[in-house]
């Protein structure tokens, strides 16, 4: 092939460059803001079969985002006002009592009571690890230091994105059918009844799949609760709020709350008996088979037809990419991955 002129070739190759390096410098700039419309969007979507089933029953389209939005907002607020104060009360007490045990407590007492717990520890070889984790403290306490500053500022900063998303989520609740009318106004006549239906389907497997997997943090925040109760576990509210929260995150958030919740149950001087921990430890292992066999199947299958193992393998992939929010929409785009593969690709390799 002959370049009749190389210098505009050169040019308008070296601009294409400059395009998709300004391209990729711009999505990474935005990347927080289009982190708060991509996760409000998912929300919206999953607030839209609750919207749908108040339409059903004769309601405006304004009033049922309406009384959806007041009613999500409603429930919110009265779990902060029954939460909040209690929490803030047992976290407080948690700090004191963990303050007072380690005022009270020298280092010989901690290392008998880990003796205690593992016989098999050779007592050298603690004497070692307690040395090296002072000598490290003493030698990063400004690191440290500058850590959780940190952490302050970004929690601040997540109170600001969380504000952000609720307003976002707010909007785009009231205005899925103009969002979505624009986006069927693109696809060529001949071709918008089908794209229409599975761009339904699509919307409501997410849907679905948002509802049913806070049903499942509902469930497991309220059977914790019961069971740390019932043990005199310390703090019940606030290991129950943990297990709800973890439970919202895919494939290892049950486990990594209900780790944490054994971890705490096991911490000397907070009041819960010796043996707490072991019952916790034992209920959790027991409720993750009944969730794994009997819960998740049950609530998902309902809302999204995905097979365990392309489960597995999309909340690893969108939590390496995107993180926690791409573990969460991860499952939602397997499906519908799944629907179009299922309704699209398959006939069109089956025609003759």
């Known amino acids: 092939m002959k370049l009749h002129n190389p210098f505009r070739t050169a040019l308008v190759a070296t601009l294409g460059v400059g395009l998709g390096i300004l391209l990729i410098a711009s999505v990474q700039a935005l990347s927080t803001i289009l982190l708060y419309v991509g996760t409000a969007l998912f929300l919206s979507l999953g607030l839209d079969p609750m919207v749908t089933w108040l339409t ?168 914790s609760f019961i069971l740390l109760s019932i043990i005199q576990a310390p703090f019940p509210i606030v290991l129950a709020v943990i297990a709800f929260f973890f439970s919202l995150i895919p494939l290892v958030g049950t486990l990594t709350g209900s780790t944490l919740i054994v971890l705490l149950c096991l911490i000397p001087g907070l009041g819960s008996p010796p043996w707490a921990w072991l019952i916790a430890g034992i209920y959790y292992l027991v409720y993750m088979q009944i969730e794994a066999y009997v819960i998740s199947p049950r609530v998902m299958n309902r809302a999204v037809s995905v097979p365990g193992a392309v489960v597995v393998i999309a909340a690893l992939s969108g939590g390496a990419l995107l993180g926690l929010l791409g573990a969460l929409i991860a499952i939602p785009v397997a499906a519908s991955i799944l629907i179009i593969y299922r309704q699209v690709l398959i006939p069109r390799m089956n025609e003759r």
């Open 56 to 223: 059903r029953r004769r309601l405006p389209r304004w009033a049922a985002v309406l009384i959806t939005i007041l009613v999500v907002l409603g429930v919110f607020a009265g779990i902060v006002l029954m939460v909040i104060p209690t929490l803030v009360a047992q976290i407080s007490q948690f700090v004191r009592q963990i303050t007072s045990f380690l005022q009270s407590t020298y280092i010989g007492d901690v290392k008998k009571w880990i003796l205690e717990i593992f016989p098999a520890l050779q007592p050298s070889f603690l004497d070692e690890a307690v040395a090296n984790a002072t000598k490290w403290l003493t030698d990063n306490w400004s690191s440290i230091t500058e850590s959780v500053v940190a952490v302050g500022t970004a929690i601040i900063g997540g109170f600001a994105g969380a504000f952000i998303v609720l307003i976002l989520t707010i909007y785009f609740t009231a205005a899925i059918p103009s969002l979505k009318s624009a986006v069927y106004q693109v696809v060529p006549a001949s071709k918008r009844d089908r794209f229409i239906d599975l761009a339904e389907q699509i919307t409501a497997s997410v849907g679905h799949y948002v509802m049913g997997q806070v049903a499942m943090g509902v469930i497991n925040g309220v059977l």
